[in-house]
Structures are given as structure tokens and as C-alpha cells.
DNA sequence: TTGTAAGCGTTATCAC
DNA sequence: GTGATAACGCTTACAA
């Protein structure tokens, strides 16, 4: 019945529930039973049926099982590709907070990379439709899609992160960005600020439009003109932050009339470009007050430390997890949702007033 | 057939090779020879369940063909919970350059957490003998073992990556840090350096002894004595390198005899340590070397730029892979060798000649 | 409380 | 070249 070929008569590995069942003295569905619902099974026989299968070193068979109960006991995150840098350190937080409670959960962690090719689309759909995952917390814009199937009717439940998918009909765990921003800027303004520089991502993307949003009603708010604000990149992904900074700076150089703080939406993007306007002698925060996302623990370290507004990762980790499992225990699902996560400002060195 | 509710008639997911079968007008098994050996099937039927397939959408169940087979088609990566974190963005790079080969040669990869208790050593182990995963690739010193289950004797193929477990019989793909080390020490000590400061990880970890055991053998190749440079750090984890950095400064101010050159084990480390004694006044290169490693991209903008010997992390997750989906192929395990990936040094302005 | 037996959706071994 | 049919290892009615 074992399967391997045993050294010496000892039985390493490979042990079936049927081995368990002989050397317990029982039939195989009383094993069955004395591991899933302990309850109920006679007390004495589950002690000698436990004592057989530790003696066996038995472990069940996740794929038979999985077969059998018509479910798969894994969850699939979906990142894009950009996603996967940055001295954030976003991602492993991510995988790290998600997997920790999904373990919990009974649940393992898959990794299902969504890049902008059909390949990895037809990647993804085959794991949701091939019954290999039992949910999906996405992380990414785009739904995979590809001659037929779709990730959105499968059947699976998913959870976005990040990103505000509620339209698309998906529960999203998010932060009050455009909030976060707006009371930043207002800040600012508060402090004098009234010429500003604003570091984009992708134009257009979810990030991109609530944060520069926010500098708008900030803006809006103190009776400020949409032309205070001077837009850098648009053009490069996230995962190019260090880049979008080091143009940003040339473009900053350009500027005839320079503004006197800086919005990026980025901790890399804010630390590339610090470092190129400083080296063109510009002063931080003296000429120049800086603000950024992420909260990446590096920039409690950079000259001067910069300020930046914290993504509070392991809690939307957490988050996306449970309504995820939420989801799948229900039979139906719930509406979709919005559930926002507060992110919060780290305050360091790098804001000040504007000279006089 | 169809286990779905379909909504007027259709049929959106969930189709099974039966019904492929039927709608094909072929048996059941024809669908499977099509679909896995399309040679051995004649042209025109393959044609008609290929159109089959896609009308209906049919994606093989993985969980029934991995039952039946008797092989998954995932793989883990056990990551040790101090290797979270960290500027370096290892872990993304990592993730991704594995699940990018992994994916090419048709496995998933499963992300594993090794933490310091038994709870996720035995995940794992369910994982390992629950024939949930075909193999394995770990980024931790330690190998999962509970109550007579043993990761080591689970029959899976196995790559250890980072660390160098050759001793355990573990195919390991590792850098040449030694080697570097001793390089670059033997370049500052060219310079003129003589006195060297080490900034350590946990004592006595194997990145720790191969990277000091560099320092050490390029004093010894230059005649200076192990005297010649001081310790800092050793309690913490990895996963604390700012912290160690920031401790650091405080024992280097305490010292009498100022080291000129810095050794740091990780660019958090480097990072935090440079900020702090800039901030008491030390000036970085003119009074103080530093190296670090890792290679973040962060280094290139921080002020002074910092050197640092870069881990040629894709290279090795591509190394792994192969190593592992070649062990896979094999009945039996190739000898256990290390496959070393050399690492370079990124030279930048944070080295300079010592002052008179 | 325990045992028997029927499947879960594939693949593989046979005949035909 | 194609079609029955028996597994793969488990769970779960249902019977005893």
C-alpha cells in the first residue's frame, strides 16, 4: 500500500490513511472521520487511530482531498509586475501580513503574476478555472481576460487591495489616499506653500487620480488655482520610481518660477529626486518642503529625513483576508464594498514654511 | 454534467473533459490523448475537441489530473521571516525571477513562511508530505523537522538558495561573497586603510562567517593583524538593519581609535549608520569608507552615494530553478554542489583614500 | 459508533 | 486511432 520503497522495513514517508486504517484496526472512513470531526468517533479508537498515524508519520493527501470536497484550500495573490519593486518594501509586507493570516485560515498562499501579456493572463484564468484556487486577493487594475473566461465570472471570490475595484463589482480594501493628501497639502498651504510640484505615476491611474485629487480640493479648498500645481512624470510605472525622480528633477530645474514644496507619490520617487535637486544646491526643506507615500523605513534615514504618508499594509493585508474568507464561508456574496484603511503622515525634517 | 446553475443555457465555467467528450462526439479518454498527446490522435477528431474545448471553455481540473498522476505541479519557497524586510527589495526579485522560471516550465510557486515556531514548520511538512508540492527552494538555514517528520527525507527535490547547505546534502546556489569581501577589503586596505569596522547580522550565520572570514583573509594576505578591525552588531537579525546601523554609530563613537573603513553586511545597515555619524559630524568618504551589500538601488541616491557589492538575485532564482526542475526530471539526486553566482561590487563615491 | 461503497475529474492500461 | 474501465486517495451518504 506504501508506495516507497521502504529502507529496512521503516516506513519514512508516504503513508496512506488505508495504512493508517490496517494498523489501527479500523475501517478507512473511521480514520477519515477521526481526523476531520474528532467528535465523532469513539474516544478510544481515535487514540489508537491517532497513535497509528503518528506512528506512520501520516500526513493526508491534500490533492485527494482537495478532489474529493470539490475545493482547493489555496489562495491566489495576483501582482502585477510593477508592483514588484521600490525600496517600500510594499510587497513582502504584503505577502508576509496576507500569508500570516491566511494560514490561519487553513489556507496557503500561491503567487500569480499578471503581466501585460496574454501568457500570464491565460496563466492566471487557468488556475482560477482549473478548480487550483479557492479565491483571489488582486492587486492589480486589470482583470484577466482572455478568449472566454474571464476572471470575473469564475466563481471565485476576490478581494482587491490598493486598488478601488468596488465598481467592477469587487470588495477593495483601500486607503483614504485622496484624504491624506488633501489634509497634507492643506497643511502646506497652511504653512505658507503656495506653489507646488507634483510627482505622478502612471497618468490616470487609481493612485495617480485620487492623490493628485486631493491636492486639487486642497488646493480648491484655500482658494487656490489648479495652476499652483506643476505636474512631473505621467509616462513611467511605479516600479520606475527612481527614474520618475531623477527626470523630476531636471524638470524641477527647468521651471522658471519654482515651487516650494513637492508632492510625490512615491517614496522612491521623492528620494531620487531629492537626492538630484540637492546636488543642484537646492535646500530641503529650506527651499524646498517634501512630501511622499509609502512610510518606507529608509527615509527615516535619508538628509533630510523626508516625510512621507504611510501605507498601513498589514493591516489592508489583514483586511483583504478576512473578507475573503468572509466570501468563501458565505454562499452568496456580500455587495461589493469599499473598506478603507486610514493612512497616516510620518512627519520628518524634510517639511517646513517657505522662505519668506 | 455541469455542476453550474447556468443562466439561460450557457455555460460559463466548469465545464469537464466529459463534456468536451460529448459535445466533441468522441469518448472521454480521446479528449484526454488530445489534449496531453496531440500526436497520438487523429487530426480531424483532435480538431473537433480542440473546437469543443473552447466553445465550452474547459480547463482541466489540476487538482484530479494531480491526483492521478501522483505529481503536483507547485513548488515552495520557504522564506525565513527575517528576510521580509530590508531596502533591498531581495525578496520581490527573488519571487519574481523564480515564479517567472517556474512558470515556463509549467509549476506554480507556493510561498512558504519558516518562522521560529513549530506551527509553520509543520505547514510545511503537510505541505512537503501531503503531496501538495513537487519541490522546494529555501531561503533558510534551518530545515523544517517535527516529531519524526523531516523536510530532509521527504523525497522532495529541494535547492537551498542564499545559504550554503552543501553539507546537508542540499543543492545550493550562493554568491561568492567571501570572495568579494576580500576584494574590497583589499582594495581599501590598497587605498590605505588600515582600520576596519564590521557591521554584523546574527553572529555565527552563514553570511556572517563567509563575509568576515573575507575580511579577515584579506588582512592576512596584506600582513595586518585581526586586530586590524572591529566588530559591531551580531544580536540582531537581517530583518533589523537599520536598527543595527543606528546601534552602530553609537559604538563607533565610543571608540577610540576611529576605524577609516566600514563593512556593512547589508545596506540597511550601511544606510542608518552613514546617517547617524554624518549627523555627529563625520564625514563620509573623507573620514570614513563605506561598504555595504546587497546592491539596492536606494544606495545610488544616497549622499554620498554608497558602494555596495550587489547579489545577483535573478540570477540565482534562475540557477534554482534549474537546479530543482533538473533534480525534478532525474530519478535519482545529482551529487549536492553549490553553484556559485558571482556578485560585483558597485563602486561608488562612499570610498576614498584615508585622510593623510 | 463503525463499516461499506460511491464518487470527485483526471490519466493510463487495456482491448478493440 | 479510439473506447471502456480501473485506478489515484480521500470524504460522505447510507447501512449496519
Redesign the interface.
Known amino acids: 500500500m506504501n ?2 520503497k521502504d529502507v529496512a522495513g521503516e516506513e ?3 503513508a496512506l490513511m488505508a495504512d493508517v486504517a490496517r494498523l489501527a484496526g479500523v475501517a478507512i472512513s473511521t480514520v477519515s472521520r477521526a481526523l476531520a470531526n474528532p467528535g465523532r468517533v469513539n474516544e478510544k479508537t481515535r487514540a489508537k487511530i491517532n497513535a497509528a498515524a ?1 506512528q506512520l ?1 501520516y ?6 482531498r ?2 474529493r470536497v470539490g475545493k ?1 484550500n ?1 489562495i491566489m495573490i495576483i501582482l502585477p ?1 510593477s508592483l ?4 517600500s ?1 510594499i ?3 504584503v ?2 501580513s496576507i ?2 493570516s491566511l ?1 490561519q485560515g487553513g489556507y ?6 499578471l503581466d501585460r501579456d496574454e501568457i ?1 493572463e491565460r ?1 492566471i ?3 482560477a ?4 484556487v479557492r479565491g483571489a486577493i488582486i492587486l492589480s487594475s486589470k482583470l484577466p481576460e482572455v ?3 474571464s476572471l470575473a ?3 471565485l471570490p476576490i478581494v482587491s487591495m490598493l486598488l478601488d475595484m468596488s465598481d467592477a463589482g469587487l470588495q477593495s480594501v483601500i486607503t483614504n489616499d485622496r484624504e491624506a493628501v488633501r489634509d497634507v497639502t492643506a497643511e502646506l498651504i497652511r504653512l505658507g506653500h503656495r506653489r507646488f510640484f507634483y510627482l505622478a505615476g502612471p497618468e490616470g491611474n487609481y493612485h495617480d487620480v485620487e492623490r493628485y485629487g486631493g491636492v486639487l480640493e486642497a488646493l480648491e479648498g484655500a482658494g487656490l488655482s489648479e495652476g499652483s500645481v506643476r505636474r512631473s512624470g505621467g509616462h513611467l510605472d511605479y516600479q520606475h520610481g ?1 527614474d520618475i ?1 531623477v527626470q523630476a528633477a531636471d524638470d524641477f530645474a527647468k521651471l522658471t518660477e519654482k515651487p516650494t514644496a513637492v508632492i510625490a507619490t512615491s517614496d ?1 520617487m521623492a ?2 529626486f ?3 535637486v ?1 546636488r543642484r544646491g537646492v535646500s530641503i526643506p529650506g527651499d524646498l518642503s517634501v512630501v511622499s507615500f509609502d512610510g ?3 527615509c ?4 533630510p529625513p523626508l516625510s512621507t504618508i504611510k501605507q498601513p499594509v498589514e493591516e489592508m493585508g489583514r483586511a483583504a483576508v478576512d473578507l475573503l474568507l468572509d466570501a468563501i464561508g458565505q454562499r452568496e456574496n456580500a455587495a461589493a464594498v469599499r473598506t478603507v484603511i486610514r493612512s497616516s503622515l510620518i512627519s520628518r525634517e524634510s517639511i517646513a514654511a517657505p522662505k519668506s
Open positions: 508506495k516507497n519514512p514517508s508516504g503518528r508519520g500526513t493526508p493527501n491534500a490533492m485527494a482537495g478532489l482547493s489555496i509586475g514588484y519593486y521600490g525600496a518594501q510587497i513582502p509586507h505577502l508576509q500569508n500570516k494560514i496557503n498562499l500561491m503567487i500569480a503574476n500570464s496563466h484564468l487557468d488556475l478555472f482549473g478548480g487550483s478568449d472566454g473566461r465570472n469564475s466563481g527612481f525622480g522612491d528620494i531620487s531629492v537626492s538630484r540637492q518606507s523605513p529608509v527615516e534615514f535619508c538628509s
